[in-house]
């Protein structure tokens, strides 16, 4: 007896839950719900508009298609991207996402609606233009007592750092001259390489060399005079070591 009641309450238990599962079953979305369809909408917005956010131009703005350029992705030639999406305006059809006028891809199949408003407006530009100021001095240093001999040869240099204040507006900088004292040292059969290079961190001569002007020891004399080695480097906010 005890054996036949189990059985029966075993039964009736087994009822219960194939019916709890068979309801839960139905509760699961299957794809086809309209809450679905809103997230899957959701998504796919979200995708257009972040290739809408880099658009430098519109080639085609209509209310079932938009054709747009961004700036280059690395995908085939360089220079700028086209992106398209188009509907056919036909319930059913597809949303089509055509990339540099290729094969077009389907972002979402049995479209019912699919419609781009555009809201235009004027911008303002502001022309900006630059102008060359007077040469002035970047760096200036004179000695205060005697001038000391300093020999130079390949393996024997000398050089200054600087690291000119520039006004806040400026955008650009070069130098023109560089001008030192120097006389002939023995013959004058020497060539010196004086030239314009880029500093390391500790104020050291990088090995990048922006400019190199020589300066033959034929035109010195054998007193020290002020000499002048001409420059044409603009540089954009590095800090050159000569």
């Known amino acids: 007896m005890e054996l036949l009641v189990s059985v029966a309450v075993m039964s009736v238990i ?10 839960a079953s139905h509760a699961l979305p299957d794809g086809d719900s309209p809450l679905d369809a809103m ?8 995708h ?8 430098t131009s519109f080639s085609e703005r209509s209310l079932n298609a938009v054709e747009f350029t961004v700036p280059d ?18 319930a059913g059809d597809p949303l089509i996402r055509m990339y540099n ?18 809201h235009l407006g004027a911008i303002d530009t502001e022309e900006t233009s630059e102008n060359e100021s007077a040469v002035t001095v970047l760096v200036n240093h004179t000695a205060t007592g005697s001038i000391n001999n ?58 990048t060399v922006l400019e190199e002007v020589p300066m033959y020891e034929s035109t010195l004399t054998a007193s020290y005079l002020m000499g002048c080695v001409l420059f044409l480097v603009e540089i954009l906010d590095e800090r050159p070591h000569i």
């Open 150 to 207: 300093y020999a130079v040869h390949s393996n024997h240099w000398i050089g200054a750092y600087f690291r000119p204040e520039l006004p806040p507006e400026a955008v650009s900088w070069k130098v023109t001259d560089v001008r030192f004292r120097a006389r002939v040292r023995d013959e004058a059969l020497g060539l010196t390489m004086v030239q314009l290079r880029l500093a390391t961190s500790d104020h050291r001569p990088d090995v």
């Open 14 to 23: 087994m009822v219960g839950l194939g019916s709890a599962i068979l309801l």
């Open 73 to 90: 992705r690395n995908h085939g030639d360089v220079g700028p991207e086209v992106i398209r999406y188009e509907w056919s305006g036909t």
């Open 101 to 118: 006028n290729g094969e077009g891809t389907t972002v979402a199949d049995d479209v019912y609606e699919f419609q781009i408003k555009y």
């Open 48 to 55: 257009i508009t972040a290739d809408l956010r880099y658009a």
């Open 39 to 46: 997230l899957e909408a959701g998504t796919i917005t979200g």
